[in-house]
């Protein structure tokens, strides 16, 4: 009912920039897109929460990242984007992209996850 395709992962130098899309195919079903968030997971760590966008555009974001990452959406689109400046090579990990769906005459939200996107930074 959700498909997440996720684009713009690839290899920085430390203090470079990368940005991170997630577009949201919905089938007919689908009666909104709500909170759209971007995971991570570094080999042998947990996946950990980065950002967080509601779909009034409240952001929350990870201490680690705080600064240096800047999440957005275009809800016209069902697209979350994520801007990565001042990367460090602790950010490398794949990167997740996941979002909250309603269904039509539903109540409780659903949970979807994208196929993830490796980010290496390294000099």
């Known amino acids: 009912q959700v498909q997440l395709a996720e684009s713009g992962g690839g290899l920085v130098q430390p203090g470079g920039s990368l940005r991170l899309s997630c577009a949201a195919s919905l089938s007919e079903t689908i009666f909104s897109i709500n909170d759209m968030d971007w995971y991570r997971q570094a080999p042998g760590q947990q996946r950990e929460l980065v950002a967080r966008i509601t779909r009034g555009g409240t952001t929350n974001y990870a201490d680690s990242v705080k600064g240096r990452f800047t999440i957005s959406r275009d809800n016209a689109k069902n697209t979350v984007y994520l801007q990565m400046n001042s990367l460090k090579p602790e950010d490398t990990a794949v990167y997740y992209c996941?979002?909250?769906?309603?269904?039509?005459?539903?109540?409780?939200?659903?949970?979807?996850w994208g196929q993830g996107t490796q980010v290496t930074v390294s000099s």
């Open positions: 996941h979002a909250e769906s309603l269904e039509i005459l539903g109540v409780t939200p659903r949970g979807h």
